[in-house]
């Protein structure tokens, strides 16, 4: 198996990190890898803001953990609170992605590109739409402007970047989705 094959067949949502933040070498290899990405008719409707700063990430995480406990349908909130009651799971890095409006297949491919990218280098990972509520949140307007949003920019997905706390398993393929037409 090639390592390209071979990084995505071990690729796993990681969902606990130690909080050592990575190397900017390979935040810099990660944040070239996102802006590689595929785009419709080459537009490259997004900009990547990666944030290093460990305390704002934990307050968009607690403010996040706040409105998910006062919402109607506590789902989320219970999921949360079993897994450690962090949103962003102790990660010291996030990669935001803010898009054009319209553009969220764009968005899937970039943040595909940064999960795999930063496995190939070692470090664990998870896509994380989670991050969009505490940007929608009453305290949204100060957090889109600290972590640089400008007029034309929306929260479009994240990617939460570090070493693993412990080794996890990529899921097992579900090789029956795959259907070949002749």
């Known amino acids: 198996m090639n390592e390209t094959l071979k990084t995505i067949a071990q690729r796993y949502s990681c969902r606990s990190y130690d909080g050592r933040m990575p190397e900017k070498s390979k935040l810099e290899a990660i944040a070239a890898a996102a802006v590689q990405s595929p785009?419709?008719?080459?537009?490259?409707?997004?900009?990547?803001?990666?944030?290093t700063?460990?305390?704002?990430?934990?307050?968009?995480?607690?403010?996040?953990?706040?409105?998910?406990?006062?919402?109607?349908?506590?789902?989320?909130y219970e999921r949360f609170m079993n897994r450690g009651g962090k949103l962003y799971y102790n990660a010291p890095c996030m990669f935001l992605i803010l898009k054009k409006p319209g553009t969220d297949l764009d968005t899937g491919i970039v943040s595909e590109n940064i999960a795999l990218a930063a496995s190939s280098l070692g470090l664990g990972n998870v896509i994380c739409g989670m991050a969009g509520i505490a940007f929608g949140g009453p305290k949204g307007e100060d957090f889109k402007n600290r972590a640089g949003f400008t007029k034309d920019?929306?929260?479009?997905?994240?990617?939460?970047?570090?070493?693993?706390?412990?080794?996890?398993?990529?899921?097992?393929p579900d090789l029956s989705k795959i259907k070949f037409i002749d």
């Not at 785009?39 to 997004?46: A, I, Y």
């Not at 920019?153 to 097992?172: C, D, I, K, R, T």
């Open 53 to 76: 700063n460990k305390a704002f990430i934990e307050e968009m995480d607690a403010e996040g953990m706040r409105i998910l406990a006062e919402s109607e349908d506590k789902t989320a």
């Open 153 to 172: 920019w929306e929260f479009g997905m994240s990617v939460l970047v570090g070493y693993e706390n412990q080794p996890g398993a990529s899921h097992e």
């Open 39 to 51: 785009s419709g008719m080459n537009r490259q409707p997004w900009q990547i803001n990666v944030i």
